[in-house]
């Protein structure tokens, strides 16, 4: 494990980290447990080694990218107590772009719907927030399986390489023409979210080269830093005793910062403001909807809006209520029937949007107990969550088929001439056109809703390795289907979900055509498990 290390002004930041406690049991209460909560800033930040405040810079920046809410944040944080520091207001600026992978009416109503509730609980604490929608029209950033190009390396954030080739989630005009970097210039640090996959690296390092003011990005992403960890953990059995020792002195309330100086920034475009218009819906400053907003930006409007879920913090902290009163206790016996949907939290698009903090969600859970439901849903939002994020953190290959296990390749590859059932073009699959029923019903979930159940993924995923020609194939098409779909899409987790399909985190099983020793999972098993019948016509 790291002790953290930082050069320069971070350093100075830097507490003594507390690992002497045993490692507590869960469902011991907390007040019993002996430990101090530590002070994270140092290993949650990603900054160059010599970033030092701007002088004569006006304000400090938040570049809000991921971390979408205005509590909880350890990247707000770390600009408010920067700010005080320096005697400077905080702005927060977030930019909307038509032209990220996969922009769809389905990501930017969530996206619109948590500006919302960001302009109401910035307004409250007394802190500038400004949203800035591109109305700009181009080319759309389309992404169909098949197009992007093997073998292309994500950002290596763990090892802090950058990659050799560009990665296809270059995004076209840089960044573009928004507001965000005469404001950066302006600024005397920009701080923004660390996040180990998806556009945000590149963003990131674009916004580097172009502005001299330091560009430090926060990681708010899991309950124990993302830099705790040395290196990159192949199984939950080996990540799990690392994160249960470190939980006690992770797992506590976020404090939220106030700052001290209020001035307003005077900016130099006009805010795109939306508000709760009283009726339950969301309206923006203009008086149009957020539906018409939506529909004037570029992006693809043949994915729509989801029909069961909303974005936002309010939305969530509703779900998680309802999830902790009805779900929670019977989590543990249910969570694997996909027809019991409120037997899970259902919390993965909150979580990806960063609406709610995992320490939100965790403490609260824990609070309402009872402790063997919780320390299953502590396994899944803790330990699986935190091995997706520590894959992507430190593997930068991890959209590829190279960061498949060796044994695992190598099965795969022993069997890509085994005889498929049917080879399905990438547009029958998405239609969920195929012959199989409960498949279809799974992707119709993805189609509609944006969400699809956990058990459901794991066969969905599988069975598409039936019928795509290799494991490189069918990854291209899976990343595809689950990011142009998925709510929670484009997360560490869609990459740690993904990737278990080809046996990641697994070990081997009894060999079988096409999969050899990967895990397999049938459809045909699957009512033995659940009532098939009833699932698929829940999506029918
Ligand atoms: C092929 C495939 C694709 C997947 N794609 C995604 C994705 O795009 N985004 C995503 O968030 N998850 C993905 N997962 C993981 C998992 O299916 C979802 O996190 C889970 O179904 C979300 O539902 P929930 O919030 O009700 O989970 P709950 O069971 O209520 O769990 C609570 C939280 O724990 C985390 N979690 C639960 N299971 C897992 C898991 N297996 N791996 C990592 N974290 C987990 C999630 O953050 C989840 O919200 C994928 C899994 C597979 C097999």
Known sequence: MRSGGEKGAIAARQKPCTRNAPAARLTEPRADWHVVPMDTTDLRLHAPADARPRAGGEFVLYWMQATMRAHDNFALNYAIERANELGLPVLVYHGLRHDYPWASDRFHTWILESVADLYADFEAKGIQYAFWLDGSRGEHTQWPAGQRTAGKSEEGTGKHTAPSSPSPFTLPSSLGPTPLVALARRAALVVTDYVPTFIAPRQIRGLREKVETPVIA?????????????KEHSTARGIRPVLMEALPHYLWPVENLEPRVRTRVALEFEPTVIREAGNGKREVGTGRSVAELVAACDVDHAVPPSTTFRGGTRAGRARLAAFLETGLPRYADQRNDPNQPDAVSRLSPWLHFGNLSIHEVLLAAQAAGPADPYAKFLDEALTWRELAHNFCFW???????????????????????DPRPHLYPL??????????????????????????????????????????????????????????????GRDPNSYGGIMWIFGKFDRPFYPRPIYGLVRYQSLRAAKDKF??????ASYG
């Open 395 to 417: 593997n930068p290959k991890h959209r590829t088929a190279a960061a498949i296990p060796e044994w695992a390749r190598k099965q795969l590859a022993d069997h890509e001439a």
């Open 218 to 230: 926060v990681d708010s992403c899991t309950v124990v830093p993302l830099r705790y960890h040395d």
């Open 427 to 488: 547009e029958a699959m998405e239609q969920a056109r195929t012959a199989e029923p409960l498949w279809n019903a799974a992707q119709r979930s993805y189609l509609v809703e944006g969400f699809m159940h956990n058990y459901m993924r794991m066969l969905w995923g599988k069975t598409v390795l039936q019928w795509t020609p290799n494991a490189a194939e069918c990854l291209r098409v899976l990343e595809h289907l689950n990011n142009k779909y998925a709510l929670d």
């Open 531 to 536: 009532d098939v019948a009833r699932y698929v």
